[in-house]
T-cell receptor, first 112, second 116 residues
Framework: QKEVEQDPGPLSVPEGAIVSLNCTYS??????FMWYRQYSRKGPELLMY????GNKEDGRFTAQVDKSSKYISLFIRDSQPSDSATYLC????????????FGDGTTLTVKP | EADIYQTPRYLVIGTGKKITLECSQT?????MYWYQQDPGMELHLIHY???????EKGDLSSESTVSRIRTEHFPLTLESARPSHTSQYLC???????????????FGSGTQLSVL
């Protein structure tokens, strides 16, 4: 079983929809939780970073971490065609600094 | 502008050739990484470095080698390319030290390697 499981997608939504992207994990030592966005033929870019549990909001994006359930989510409000990309969750613990474990990614298409 | 650069973007090469994938960053980061990514699959760490003259193997076994002679430069070399090496190779960097600093990765645009 993989340490990080990500909802596989693909996901297609109309412009303006609220999008929920989700990952579950099995390693209770994970403390750092990241979401990366990857456009086609580009490298991933860091979108959201959260330490431990809780919510973090940045514009239309909200990251949620529930360590008790080992579940993280990324919400996108008022989705735009420019949000069409692959979203990767990533996690790390203190003992393996810098060695993040990634999910397989969820490909999102936002249709105008 | 601070950034991380990878060349070439695309490389098609025959079996048995020696290749070097270049990666340079202008952000002054100490840590650098090489990841391998296949379509629809997770990123796999193949090499990383804490700084000059430091290199470590990652979680995924790889026949490639790396060097870190300068802080800004982290090239990856394959001595004899094979079709099984066909993949996207992503270079990344991060700051060293400080809670969470290591986890904020900055990626290059990648090199798509095809070995015939």
């Amino acid at each position: 079983q993989k340490e990080v499981e990500q909802d596989p997608g693909p996901l297609s939504v109309p412009e303006g929809a609220i999008v929920s992207l989700n990952c579950t994990y099995s390693n209770s030592a994970f403390q750092y939780f990241m979401w990366y966005r990857q456009y086609s033929r580009k490298g991933p870019e860091l979108l959201m970073y959260t330490y431990s549990s809780g919510n973090k909001e940045d514009g239309r994006f909200t990251a949620q971490v529930d360590k008790s359930s080992k579940y993280i989510s990324l919400f996108i409000r008022d989705s735009q065609p420019s949000d069409s990309a692959t979203y990767l969750c990533a996690m790390a613990d203190n003992t393996n600094a810098g060695k993040s474990t990634f999910g397989d990614g969820t490909t999102l298409t936002v249709k105008p | 502008e601070a950034d991380i650069y990878q060349t070439p973007r695309y490389l098609v090469i025959g079996t048995g050739k020696k290749i070097t994938l270049e990666c340079s960053q202008t952000m002054g980061h100490d840590k650098m990484y090489w990841y391998q990514q296949d379509p629809g699959m997770e990123l796999h760490l193949i090499h990383y470095s804490y700084g000059v003259n430091s290199t470590e193997k990652g979680d995924l076994s790889s026949e490639s080698t790396v060097s870190r002679i300068r802080t800004e430069h982290f090239p990856l070399t394959l001595e004899s390319a094979r079709p099984s090496h066909t993949s996207q190779y992503l270079c990344a960097s991060s700051e060293l030290g400080g809670r969470g600093a290591n986890e904020k990765l900055f990626f290059g645009s990648g090199t798509q390697l095809s070995v015939l």
